[in-house]
């Protein structure tokens, strides 16, 4: 299980356009995020007026299938709660992301042995 605490501003100055999909993205990062790790994710967000910086809050948990089983819905002072059964994660960890079984080191050789990008080489005609 994976706990996790953020912050997030409502209003982000340098990117205003991003403002209404704050909620959205953070959802998305911690959802593929559980998926990805076949973990449960608990996204602790703090909500109300911080440092006259309003915050997002959306406290949610979320399976290891990277469903929300419960969020808070409001920028307000919220508890979310749900009942994780960690046995749930052994079917990702044993299956889709068996990382022992499917990982395979010796295939990274060339993005590890070099630094920055390599332009492709021209096919002979």
């Given at each position: ?15 205003p356009?991003?403002?209404d999909?704050?909620m ?10 559980a998926?990805q ?14 440092e ?16 929300i ?6 920028k307000g ?24 079984r499917?990982r ?22």
């Open positions: 299980m994976i706990l996790l605490g953020y912050n997030t501003p409502v209003h982000n100055p340098p990117a356009e991003h403002d999909l704050s959205f993205h953070n959802h998305l990062v911690m959802q593929a995020g998926y790790n076949g973990t449960w994710v608990v996204g602790v967000a703090k909500g109300g007026n911080e006259g910086c309003e915050m997002i809050g959306g406290t949610c948990i979320i399976a290891p299938s990277g469903e089983v419960a969020a808070c819905s409001t002072d919220e508890l979310a709660i749900a009942r994780c059964d960690l046995d749930l994660c052994q079917s990702y960890k044993s299956t889709t992301f068996n990382f022992d499917h395979r080191p010796e295939a990274y050789g060339r993005i590890t042995s070099q630094r920055g990008a390599t332009p492709p080489q021209a096919m002979a005609a």
